[in-house]
């Protein structure tokens, strides 16, 4: 089972790598840290341009204790950085495509994307935050600054 995952996500990224022309400069590792909400778990964030538009590639590692499994995470970008986020978000990313890998209890990968450009996010005051899904509490478990 891990090895036909693997493959499937071998062959995900070569795809995307020979179909894209992002240059390496161009893309974003953002390391996502874990809220009060989800201790001693992990994530990370790619970011890369596409257009006009942001692709947002994330790999989880754990969600809080209690989550359906495996839970469908939400992302959303928050004007403001990690330590005070905006009132409410400037971008939610949702309702596009939500693709999804591999996913087992402990690991998922899925991919998200917004309506802006990654130079206005990378210049700073904004910060991504994964959440729950709403039938878990919707609660943050990640949050990373995206400049």
């Known amino acids: 089972m891990k090895i036909v995952s693997s493959l499937a996500l071998v062959v995900a990224v070569g795809w995307i790598s020979g179909c894209s022309t992002v240059s390496d400069s ?48 939400t992302a959303y970008i928050y004007p403001g950085s990690c330590g005070n986020l905006g009132s409410k978000p400037a971008y939610d990313m949702n309702d596009g495509p939500n693709a999804r ?34 039938v878990d509490g919707h609660q943050a478990i990640f949050c990373g600054n995206l400049s």
Request: net charge positive; hydrophobic share 40%.
């Open 26 to 73: 161009q893309v974003t590792s953002v390391p996502l840290n874990a809220t009060s909400n989800n201790p001693g778990n992990i994530a990370r964030l790619i970011m890369m341009p596409s257009d006009n538009a942001t692709t947002f590639w994330v790999e989880v590692s754990g969600e809080g204790i209690g989550s359906t499994l495996p839970g469908r995470l």
């Open 101 to 134: 890998f591999y996913s087992q209890a402990s690991n998922q990968r899925f991919w998200k994307s917004a309506p802006v450009a990654v130079e206005t996010l990378r210049a700073g005051g904004y910060a991504l935050v994964v959440r729950q899904s709403p």
